[in-house]
């Protein structure tokens, strides 16, 4: 059950950090959390030296740990409108603010209308604008930058990355939003190129640096909501010989990721959604895999990460897109979000991007699909109530840039992650049973014995 909690309360995590006393290192603090009881220390004890552990902590492993973040949508600045002014600020200090519950830090921004825009909108809806002269972001001034600004001054050192759900209307076959495909021929790709450059460099005048771009929202999926569907040939050539080539003549330092992907799928579509279909055939492209970064999965895009780590473990990947539920925001679906962060955490993702941050109840899309978000905000009652995967999330945003992951071992290695910063390590540990476990745990040359309720997440940290 969601629980309201008071907005004025910016918890700071009482955890040892690099530079923290010496005086906590002699064993692990720990914080705990079930379905009705957020966030309460908990105790850990010794165990014998020469216990069996049911979990061991070992060596580092993987790329650099990037950050936390979600994603800016017009429909979650709209809600946040709905708050006073002081309790908005406290739910932005909550989602944003240095060392505070969520400390976000890589965030995703639409190009153009997704489906928590207020209605569909394009940045150059005039056809036949293939020079992008009209190209304009004044309808981002209304919503998504004042979002994106309240996030910056609280977090200034704030990276993002952007994707498109569609391109304007007059560059697709058919031309609509909600799905058809990008015109495949070099002139309407050549536009769409100067569309995004045109994007990065209107938002980097607003004093927004998108440090990545990601060529198309679910490129596997057509959708009642703004969709475009390509294929993995159709991104190799727009990557390599127009989108990569574009932002090297404009001198931007963005970088070009491939995403954000959805499939591999498991249903009728399998047969032609494979990683062959999309992330092995772009990267086996030169001219694409030259301008290619990193890659993004979404959704059933975690059938090919394991696949994509083998062929190309020198390019980092994120989780671009946590699935968002329906709009029920249960513990249970929480629960559900924890396998998913598993499940990219030790395939070495190197950053988890969670959807709507804040909506109102229900969460409806403009497209009629409720989802969950970490903050519902009651326009009736002017509350913000901090849902289930918020607090879910606070125990792994512990994890922090600049963290490597170490390796897991042991029979609870499935239900724990563990990174080491500068001046100790942090392991988020989970019972998914429904009976409570007693866990011994050995890691640096200590053992220690944690009991965890049952459906019960704890976030420790050693020293």
């Not at 002139?187 to 990065?200: P, T």
């Not at 005048?205 to 999926?221: K, L």
């Amino acid at each position: 059950m969601a629980l309201v909690a008071d907005p004025s309360a910016v918890c700071r995590r009482p955890l040892p950090y690099p530079g923290a006393p010496s005086t906590m290192a002699a064993m692990p603090t720990c914080i705990l959390t079930t379905a009705d009881r957020h966030w309460q220390p908990h105790p850990v004890t010794p165990a014998a030296a020469d216990v069996t552990p049911d979990l061991h902590l070992g060596d580092e492993t993987g790329g650099s740990w990037r950050g936390w973040g979600g994603c800016f949508n017009e429909l979650g600045w709209t809600a946040l409108a709905h708050l006073t002014a002081s309790d908005r600020a406290a739910v932005l200090d909550r989602l944003f603010g240095a060392g505070s519950d969520l400390d976000f830090t890589f965030c995703r921004v639409p190009i153009g209308a997704n489906d928590y825009s207020l209605d569909w909108y394009s940045h150059d809806e005039q056809p036949g604008d293939f020079a992008m002269e009209r190209f304009s972001i004044a309808r981002d001034r209304q919503h998504l930058l004042p979002y994106i600004h309240a996030a910056l001054a609280r977090q200034p050192d704030l990276a993002f990355f952007a994707s498109p759900w569609s391109p304007p209307t007059w560059l697709k076959q058919p031309p609509v939003c909600n799905y058809g495909t990008l015109i495949a021929d070099d002139r309407h790709y050549d536009a769409y190129a100067a569309y995004f450059v045109r994007f990065i460099q209107a938002y980097a005048a607003e004093g927004v640096a998108i440090s990545q771009v990601h060529p198309q929202n679910e490129p596997v999926s057509t959708q009642k909501f703004p969709s475009c569907v390509m294929t993995g040939a159709e991104l190799a050539r727009f990557i390599g010989q127009h989108l990569g080539p574009a932002l090297e003549r404009a001198g931007l330092p963005t970088e070009i990721w491939l995403g954000t992907l959805n499939g591999p799928e498991t249903d009728e579509r399998k047969w032609w959604t494979t990683y062959h279909h999309y992330a092995g055939l772009v990267l086996e492209d030169r001219d694409a895999a030259r301008h290619i970064r990193g890659i993004a999965y979404q959704w059933a895009g975690k059938h090919a990460v394991q696949a994509t780590r083998l062929a190309h473990p020198e390019l980092p990947l994120i989780q671009s897109e946590n699935e968002c539920g329906d709009g029920n925001n249960t513990w249970q679906h929480a629960w559900y979000v924890a396998d998913l962060i598993q499940h990219y955490l030790i395939n070495d993702a190197v950053g988890y991007v969670y959807w709507n941050m804040v909506l109102e109840p229900r969460g409806l899309s403009t497209w009629g699909w409720p989802q969950n978000s970490l903050i519902t905000v009651d326009p009736a009652t002017r509350r913000a109530t901090y849902n289930p995967e918020f607090h879910l999330l606070r125990h792994y945003a512990a994890i922090r840039p600049g963290a490597r992951r170490r390796v897991c071992s042991r029979p609870w290695a499935s239900s724990c992650v563990a990174y080491r910063h500068a001046g100790g390590t942090v392991a988020v540990l989970r019972n998914p049973y429904p009976t409570a476990r007693e866990i011994t745990c050995t890691a640096d040359g200590q053992a220690w014995r944690i009991a965890l309720p049952a459906h019960a997440i704890a976030t420790l940290h050693l020293s």
